[in-house]
C-alpha cells in the first residue's frame, strides 16, 4: 500500500504562484511514476501533469503546459508541482497519484490509477 500526502495548496492571486508537495511512502519510489490531477467544482477531475520514476520524462495537459512544472526528488521520495503564472481557472483540488504504469498515470482522467492522495485545495482569486 502506498500512501500521498500532499502539501503546499492555498489562496493565491491571479498571476501568482504556488508550489505543491506530496510525500510518498513508496519504497521503492522508483518503482512508480508519479502524476498530478484535479477536479474543479461541478467539473469531473483532469489531468495535469506526469512524470517517470527516473524524471526524464515529463507530461503535461496543454491548459498547463509552459506555466506548471513538475519534478520529482527520489531520495526524499516527494513529487512538486511549481504553478506559475496562475489563472483563475486553475481553481481546483489537486491530487496526487502514483502508478507503475505509465499508460495510466497519463489517462486524461486518471483512470484505473493505483494510489491518490486526499487533494489539497488551490484557489485563485481574480
Known amino acids: 500500500q ?3 500526502v500532499e502539501s503546499g495548496g492555498g489562496l493565491v492571486q491571479a498571476g501568482g504562484s504556488l508550489r505543491l508537495s506530496c510525500a510518498a511512502s ?3 519510489f522508483i518503482m512508480y511514476h508519479m502524476g498530478w490531477f484535479r477536479q474543479a467544482p461541478g467539473k469531473e477531475r483532469e489531468y ?3 512524470i517517470d520514476w527516473s524524471g526524464s520524462s515529463t507530461y503535461y495537459a496543454d491548459s498547463v503546459k509552459g506555466r506548471f512544472t513538475i519534478s520529482r526528488d ?3 521520495r516527494t513529487v512538486y508541482l511549481q504553478m ?3 489563472k483563475p481557472e486553475d481553481t481546483a483540488v489537486y491530487y496526487c497519484a502514483a502508478d507503475s504504469s505509465w499508460s495510466r ?3 486524461a482522467q486518471g483512470m484505473g490509477v493505483d494510489y491518490w ?3 489539497t485545495l488551490v484557489t485563485v482569486s481574480p
Request: hydrophobic share 45%; proline share 5%; aromatic share 0%.
Open 26 to 28: 513508496a519504497r521503492p
Open 48 to 50: 495535469v501533469a506526469a
Open 2 to 4: 502506498v500512501q500521498l
Open 105 to 107: 498515470i497519463t489517462t
Open 117 to 119: 492522495g486526499k487533494g
Open 74 to 76: 527520489n531520495a526524499k
Open 84 to 86: 506559475n503564472g496562475l
